[in-house]
C-alpha cells in the first residue's frame, strides 16, 4: 500500500481515470455494434448516420488516448468499407 501523500493521491486519480476510459470504451463499442447491426440488416441509409455518429466518438476516444489512432482508423475504415459494400 501507499505510504506517500503523492502515492495515495495517483492510486485516487488512476482509479478516476480508469472508470472515465472504460466508460468511453464502452461507450464507442456501443456505436460500433449499433454500425454493424444495421449494416447486417441491410439498412445503408441509417447505417450511414449511425457511421458518422461512431466515427465521430472513435476518433474522440483516439486523441483522448483510450485507442491507439492507428486501431480507430483501422475501425472506422473497415466499417466504411462494409457500408460500401451494401
Known amino acids: 500500500m501507499a505510504n506517500h501523500k503523492s502515492a495515495k493521491t495517483r492510486i485516487v486519480r488512476n482509479n478516476k481515470r480508469a472508470l472515465i476510459n472504460g466508460m468511453r470504451r464502452s461507450r464507442v463499442r456501443t456505436f460500433v455494434k449499433k454500425v454493424e447491426a444495421l ?18 466518438e472513435m476518433m474522440r476516444a483516439a486523441q483522448k488516448g483510450v485507442f491507439h489512432k492507428n486501431t480507430a482508423s483501422r475501425t472506422v475504415s473497415r466499417l466504411a468499407q462494409k457500408i460500401k459494400a451494401l
Not at 39 to 56: D, Q
Open 39 to 56: 449494416i447486417a440488416a441491410g439498412n445503408k441509409e441509417e447505417a450511414s448516420v449511425a457511421f458518422k455518429v461512431a466515427e465521430c
